[in-house]
């Protein structure tokens, strides 16, 4: 496979501090993500040591508080380094989008005292998180959950499987929704559940499609004891919560969405000007010009969309409808995208040895997690038309 550096993407960043955390991500993405990318993806291998390079670099709190060692940089900021390490390789990127998923129930809700334990080990002490809200009967209807946490004494006891968890069975901290109270909603709560906690274990990783490297599996809290001080908000809070970290997260997956676009295009223009056929290059003929013209543009609608609800979010504005449109749009755009890449390149696209078919197998998954984009469409259509008649 031809070694081709990616063209940078032309951003416009609020801040010189912002343009300067943009090229150490590029650097870093560049040197010690990419390219063993395609190796490591096709051997199942996380790549943990990644990680622990990311947050000595600051980059696994970015959007919380720098009294706790979070980076404190706007959404629109930490989105678009989320896009370059995802161009990089997905797993990286949506596992950083993973973690601060995880962390946002105790940045957000969390008490003074909460916060200044454990959320500088959590953003910059070298730990990774994980978010359990689905299970195995409960994904769209995260409502119905079944694992429960019982109140014995100054402790907590939480038993039940929660399912398709990223970063099972590998994660230090796991955020977990669980059944305190009363059937739905109402009845739900948030707790910070230590990795090696006991009673805690994990599943064989799901065999998957796609992202082969970032685990998904099953964790099961077996009796699982924590104190009442890992309790996240009020009892019976988790529901919103968790609702609340999930728009910010689809932001995440839609950012995300989009460096998988971008470096298929990416990789789909480099083999164009390259591949001859009748004597020149493919790039000439206006049919595959369009192509990829269509391409780079669905691309630029998508950032535009993550950008404009980040910086709603960042303004401290209503943001769900449009968290909720930028992760339906960036997604079915990248596996659009995605598609036309693997087309553009022929029968090298549908081959491993080029990058298209991993990125057109990664994409898939966009359009599944943190809701899938069904549940998007519920989501736009409750925000135009109101709540639906029963």
């Known amino acids: 496979m031809p070694d081709r ?36 993806e096709d051997a199942g291998i996380f790549p943990r ?25 706007p959404y629109e900021v930490y989105l678009q380094v989320l896009e370059e390490l995802a161009m990089a390789r997905l797993t990286v990127g949506l596992g950083v989008s993973v973690h601060t998923l995880a962390s946002y129930g105790l940045a957000a809700y969390g008490t003074k005292e909460q916060q200044t334990e454990h959320l500088p080990a959590m953003l910059g002490g070298g730990l990774l998180g994980a978010y359990c809200l689905s299970e195995p009967a409960s994904g769209s209807d995260a409502a119905s959950l079944r694992t429960k946490a019982v109140r014995d004494g100054d402790d907590w006891v939480i038993s039940g499987t929660k399912a398709w968890i990223t970063h099972g069975g590998i994660a230090d901290f796991y955020t977990v929704m669980a059944r305190t109270g009363e059937d739905g909603a109402r009845g739900i709560t948030a707790f910070l559940v230590p990795g090696d906690a006991e009673g805690l274990s994990a599943a064989a990783p799901e065999k ?62 480099a083999y164009a000007k390259e591949r001859r056929q009748f004597g020149r290059p493919i790039a000439d003929f ?9 391409m780079a543009t669905q691309i630029e609608a998508g950032r535009a969309l993550y950008l404009s609800a980040a910086r709603l979010r960042d303004a401290g504005l209503p943001f769900a409808k449009q968290a909720a449109m930028a992760k339906l749009h960036c997604t079915d755009t990248a596996m659009k995208v995605t598609t036309d890449a693997v087309q553009v390149l022929g029968g090298y696209g549908f081959t491993a ?8 197998r990664e994409a898939k998954v966009l359009q599944i997690v943190e809701g899938t984009n069904q549940i998007q469409r519920v989501v736009i259509a409750r925000h135009l038309a109101g709540p639906e008649t029963r």
Not at 6 to 13: A, E, H, N
Not at 230 to 245: D, K, M, P, T, V
């Open 5 to 40: 550096a990616p063209q940078p993407v032309d951003r416009q960043l609020p801040t010189d501090e912002a343009r300067d955390l943009i090229s150490l991500v590029r650097d870093i993405a560049q040197r010690e993500i990419a390219p063993a990318a395609a190796e490591e």
């Open 353 to 360: 040895d080029f990058p298209a078919e991993r990125f057109m």
């Open 286 to 294: 206006q049919g595959l010009r369009f192509v990829l013209a269509d």
């Open 208 to 269: 998957k499609m796609g992202m082969k490297g970032s685990p998904t599996a099953q964790v099961h809290l077996d009796g699982v004891r924590v104190p009442d001080s890992r309790r996240i908000g009020e009892e019976g809070q988790g529901f919103s919560i968790a609702l609340s970290a999930l728009d910010s997260g689809r932001l995440g997956i839609a950012a995300c969405a989009i460096g998988v676009a971008q470096a298929a295009l990416d990789e789909a223009v």
């Open 49 to 73: 040591e990644t990680f622990t390079l990311l947050s000595r670099s600051g980059l696994l709190g970015l959007p919380y508080d720098a009294e706790y060692g979070g980076g404190e940089q």
